[in-house]
């Protein structure tokens, strides 16, 4: 199955038969189905061309245009052109968008909606030319597959996922992406984002040290990340957490890391994960405070640090197996309280 979807124009003078050439350019990609963009007066043309090619109705289909010359109008309209190719069964990458002729706003409108929407490739008619007319018997008919442009539009959408903190969607995206349809800027990109969003994954996962081995490996040369380079003290810090994590103990920055790591899940809308944070949050405060101010351990309490008359019934919060006192965080606070 292969569609064609074809701009048609009126032709740049009086005498020029712009039919000639696009019967050619259609008999050359020998479509299953042709859609013909129109204008208002060059209509014609496009039923001059389906009659020469003997096209009944389940052959082509002609889509005219309210406008030859509102580039954004045109898009849209070519837009439910390829809709109408979907319905009739054909994939994004059976179909062929030639923009020989045409308006510049019609053959713009073309690439950018086939662009949009995945096509196989984009074609357009060369050869000699005279007085700018490519010459009759001298056609050459090129086609470019756009996944160069398919795979720059993959990069902006990584790097915008980026922004919104979706770091594992980003790296899927860059992985997946065919390097070698990019320039070497955007190469360099690719290869130092993915280990910038390996580094902010690793630090959403509270592996601090990962993040560390990520982020070295990363030159903040492009604009388009340098907004995610954080300052010396920033570094320091993390480390510092990650060692305190590692440690075992719980420190005000630890607290406030996983506080703000709760923040970003609740913007990302992973709600259970942002509880379980806030959850953690609140325990880590309560077992830092008791630590600190009273030098008690919420995992093996010792008795003889609580006054007699405040222990309640806290020894009946005895691991049997241990025999150590262990308590959570609601007994926590009321043991702070």
Same mark, same amino acid.
């Given at each position: 199955?292969?569609?064609?979807?074809?701009?048609?124009?009126?032709?740049s003078r009086p005498d020029i038969d712009i039919t000639k050439p696009l019967v050619k350019t259609i008999?050359?990609?020998?479509?299953?189905?042709?859609?013909?963009?129109?204008?208002?007066?060059?209509?014609?043309?496009?039923?001059? #061309?389906?009659?020469?090619?003997?096209?009944?109705?389940?052959?082509?289909?002609?889509?005219?245009?309210?406008?030859?010359?509102?580039?954004?109008?045109?898009?849209?309209?070519?837009?439910?052109?390829? =809709?109408?190719?979907?319905?009739?069964?054909?994939?994004?990458?059976?179909?062929?968008?030639?923009?020989?002729?045409?308006?510049?706003?019609?053959?713009?409108?073309?690439?950018?909606?086939?662009?949009?929407?995945?096509?196989?490739?984009?074609?357009?008619?060369?050869?000699?030319?005279?007085?700018?007319?490519?010459?009759?018997?001298t056609e050459r008919f090129l086609a470019v597959p756009p996944e160069g442009i398919f795979s720059r539009?993959?990069?902006?959408?990584?790097?915008?996922?980026?922004?919104?903190?979706?770091?594992?969607?980003?790296?899927?995206?860059?992985?997946?992406?065919?390097?070698?349809?990019?320039?070497?800027?955007?190469?360099?990109? #690719?290869?130092?984002?993915?280990?910038?969003?390996?580094?902010f994954i690793s630090w959403d996962r509270f592996d601090h040290f990962r993040f560390f081995s990520e982020?070295?490996?990363?030159?903040?040369?492009?604009?388009?990340?340098?907004?995610?380079?954080?300052?010396?003290?920033?570094?320091?810090?993390?480390?510092?957490?990650?060692?305190?994590?590692?440690?075992?103990?719980?420190?005000?920055?630890?607290?406030?890391?996983?506080?703000?790591?709760?923040? =970003?899940?609740?913007?990302?809308?992973?709600?259970?994960?942002?509880?379980?944070?806030?959850?953690?949050?609140?325990?880590?405060?309560?077992?830092?405070?008791?630590?600190?101010?009273?030098?008690?351990?919420?995992?093996?309490?010792?008795?003889?640090?609580?006054?007699?008359?405040?222990?309640?019934? #806290?020894?009946?919060?005895?691991?049997?197996?241990?025999?150590?006192?262990?308590?959570?965080?609601? =007994?926590?606070?009321?043991?702070?309280?």
């Amino acid at each position: 199955m292969k569609a064609i979807i074809i701009t048609v124009g009126t032709g740049s003078r009086p005498d020029i038969d712009i039919t000639k050439p696009l019967v050619k350019t259609i008999k050359n990609s020998h479509p299953d189905f042709t859609a013909f963009i129109v204008s208002e007066g060059s209509r014609q043309y496009a039923c001059k #061309i389906a009659n020469e090619l003997s096209f009944d109705n389940s052959k082509h289909e002609i889509f005219e245009l309210s406008t030859a010359e509102d580039l954004q109008q045109i898009f849209k309209e070519i837009n439910n052109a390829f =809709r109408a190719l979907y319905k009739r069964g054909f994939k994004s990458d059976e179909i062929e968008a030639d923009y020989t002729s045409g308006t510049k706003a019609m053959t713009g409108g073309l690439v950018l909606s086939a662009i949009f929407n995945s096509c196989a490739s984009l074609k357009y008619i060369t050869g000699d030319r005279k007085n700018g007319i490519v010459q009759d018997g001298t056609e050459r008919f090129l086609a470019v597959p756009p996944e160069g442009i398919f795979s720059r539009r993959e990069l902006q959408f990584g790097l915008r996922l980026m922004d919104e903190m979706r770091f594992v969607s980003a790296l899927e995206i860059f992985k997946n992406i065919n390097n070698s349809l990019l320039d070497n800027y955007d190469k360099d990109l #690719i290869y130092n984002v993915m280990p910038l969003a390996q580094a902010f994954i690793s630090w959403d996962r509270f592996d601090h040290f990962r993040f560390f081995s990520e982020y070295d490996k990363i030159k903040f040369d492009y604009n388009e990340i340098e907004k995610f380079r954080i300052n010396k003290s920033a570094q320091e810090n993390i480390l510092k957490i990650g060692k305190t994590i590692k440690s075992g103990c719980i420190t005000q920055d630890v607290i406030i890391d996983i506080y703000n790591n709760a923040a =970003r899940r609740f913007i990302e809308g992973k709600f259970d994960d942002t509880l379980a944070r806030l959850y953690r949050v609140a325990e880590m405060l309560a077992q830092l405070v008791l630590k600190k101010e009273f030098q008690i351990e919420t995992g093996d309490v010792k008795i003889d640090k609580i006054p007699k008359d405040k222990r309640g019934n #806290i020894e009946s919060y005895s691991d049997d197996r241990s025999g150590k006192i262990k308590i959570g965080l609601k =007994r926590s606070f009321v043991l702070l309280n």
